[in-house]
């Protein structure tokens, strides 16, 4: 299974900017495509979909959520930090079954 | 818009059976593969299952592999889950969710629904 890390929590004060992290255990692009995607859970609540194949935002989604990278190493930007962002944040890979997720980072403000 | 209403959940004996139901709307249903996806508390997030547009072809994790069956019924816009010989490590919020083939992703979550296998 491909395991997906990122750190537990990020702590940035609002209007800065927040980085994101997400390491796959090994590869999870193609030649045409980068299967890591983002989705923000903020609690008690679903969890709803921010980027899809590495860099494209959702339907709805601010445009200062951002994402990039490809191989093993992704990254989600928020930017700037807003309180109403105060969730956590899990990536997903699709290049293989089982599709997996990280472990989630939770954001906090400063 | 997209809506998805998960049901079924509740408390269960270790070894018991539940069914899940999901009721979509707001999208052609029967255009779209469909999954469950679960969440023990306090913890992330985990794939359960994956069905095809049709039914055909359905896809699972090892940790639920000939325990859980999904299906779907495209006349009732209604995906289920099916959960046999359950373990206490299944308790969790089972969200429903829709899929997107091309690239493999959830781009639309229900509320969940809570199982709790205890005795």
């Known amino acids: 299974d491909i395991v997906l890390t990122q750190s537990p929590a990020l702590a940035v004060s609002l209007g800065q900017r927040a980085t994101i992290s997400c390491r796959a255990s090994?590869?999870?692009?193609?030649?045409?495509?980068?299967?890591m995607h983002w989705y923000q859970q903020k609690p008690g609540e679903q969890p709803k979909l921010l980027i899809y194949d590495a860099s494209n935002l959702a339907s709805g989604i601010p445009v200062r959520f951002s994402g990039s990278g490809s191989g093993t190493d992704f990254t989600l930007t928020i930017n700037p930090v807003q309180a109403d962002d105060i969730a956590t944040y899990y990536c997903q890979q699709s290049r293989e079954l089982p599709l997996t997720f990280g472990s989630g980072t939770k954001l906090e403000i400063k | 818009e997209v809506q998805l209403v998960e049901s079924g959940g509740g408390l269960v004996q270790p070894g018991r059976s539940l069914k899940l139901s999901c009721a979509a709307s707001g999208f052609t249903f029967s255009n779209y593969y469909m999954a469950w996806v679960r969440q023990a508390p306090k913890k992330g997030l985990e794939w359960v299952a994956t069905i095809s547009t049709s039914g055909s072809r359905t896809y699972y994790p090892d940790s639920v592999k000939g325990r859980f069956t999904i299906s779907r019924d495209n006349a009732k816009s209604s995906l289920y889950l099916q959960m046999n010989s359950l373990k206490s490590e299944d308790t969790a919020t089972y969200y429903c969710?829709?899929?997107?083939?091309?690239?493999?992703?959830?781009?639309?979550w229900g509320q969940g629904v809570m199982v709790t296998v205890s005795s």
């Open positions: 090994q590869s999870v692009s193609t030649s045409s495509y980068n299967l």
């Open positions: 969710a829709r899929f997107i083939t091309g690239g493999h992703y959830f781009d639309y």
